[in-house]
């Protein structure tokens, strides 16, 4: 047995450490168009004192440990690209305390957001959170890492501007706790001391995310997805700008995709609404389709399809299905609302170039402050072609992001790399002191913002 892995089986035992190749091999890749790369131990701590140990012994040998929750982010955020140590943090699956009052969660790093969604729906019906629309296993803390948004972006913006408190093993071992929690005060806020902006956004290359606390909202009763549908991209932003001013919608999302094909071109926009009773349902209804969207109705610009209880959530992982073979994976962006045409018009003409059927999506954050827009492509996992197409498509919508005047949300090696030429010397200068500062021997998640070291 070799020494390294002799010490992994010291720190968390036989049953959840492997060097065993079959073992190795899910641990490479994941769902997207990266190539695989494979670590060469896998561990599954318990304890954040397990992951302490687990980095103390990397920085002593100088190997890669890759942090990875639910393995969901796409764009290889979490494979291996340089080997070393794979830490699965899904056994860190507690959930700590739920504050009703304060309404508020602590969380181990490995809790599902199905995990939190069911557990609420038992024992706290009247509180839930903000879920993304990724596959239930995603953790919480790995879309914090991220800056992901959920379904409830529109009234309460990022989930990673839900945080009351975090707990993180940094890069040479030491714990450390921030907001309220850090001075005993109970994980009820991040204020107003220091903050933790150390930590998301870099893909787990500045520590290990060990508990979160989370902000959680009123429930109410009765939930459900409206559908409404026009024809002309350019009165998106202006619908979306009424639609917020009522401030009584959850999510808002707009998509246009090219299957099925009758609905090609059409833009559709769900809008989420809640309420506790069937008048509260009923006013609500009255502002949002007959005041806010009627002129449309009546001028023939747009239809309303119908109200839905129980909350459909548009699932981009169905594109999946629009090739033989079944892989997608997207460009994410966070952009000002008011380019939404432009978004769509020219990620339609990047599909069509590289023949994918279109899907384009843009869920609004805030009060319209900004929009996640993203543009999702259908490949063959058993087609290098199709593959070959995809990444094209997805290199040229990078691209594109930053040509529009946006951000690329969570950006694979390709998009880190433009970000970083792009940005203001002095503040890549801070980026990479932090990162040297913080991971001296550069073992966390390596490849990923590199040239910041
Ligand atoms: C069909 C589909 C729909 C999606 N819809 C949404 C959506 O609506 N909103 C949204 O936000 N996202 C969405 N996503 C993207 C992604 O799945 C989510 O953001 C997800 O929450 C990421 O969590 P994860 O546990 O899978 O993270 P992982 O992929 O495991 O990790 C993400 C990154 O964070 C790092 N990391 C993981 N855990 C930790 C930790 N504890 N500490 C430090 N670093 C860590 C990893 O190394 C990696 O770099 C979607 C994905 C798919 C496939």
Redesign the pocket.
Known sequence: MNSVYEALVEIVGKDHSSVQPEELFIYSW??GTTEPHRPDYAVSPRTPEQIQKIVQLANKEKIPV?????????AG??VPFKGGILLD?KRMDSIIEVNEKARYTVVE??V??GQLTSYLERHCPHLTHSE????P???????????????LAQPYGF?SDMINGLE?VLPTGEICQFGSCSIGSGWFTLHPLPDVGL?LG????T????KVSLRLFPCKKIRGAALFAVDNEELIPEIIYKLTHTQMVEDIVAFSQAIPPFSSGLQHITINLSADSEKELEFKQEIIFDDTLGEYIRKGDGGYLGFNRGLQ?P???KTSDWRKGGG?E?V?SIMPIDTYPECYRRGRQISEKHDIPYTVLG?CIGAAHAM?FSWTYAFNRADPETIKHAKAALHETDDLVLKLGGTIW?PGLYGQKLVMERLNSSTFDLMRKVKQLLDPNGIM?PG?WEPAL
């Open positions: 994941d769902l890759v942090p990875l929750g639910g393995g969901l982010s796409l955020l979490a943090l790093c490995g599902s957001q993304p629309g990724a596959p296993t995603a953790t919480i803390a790995g879309n914090m890492a991220i800056h992901g948004q959920g379904d989930n993180v930590f870099w893909t787990g290359t520590g290990i995310i060990t959530r699932q981009i992982s997608f997207y994410g869920r996640m969570k998640n990923n």
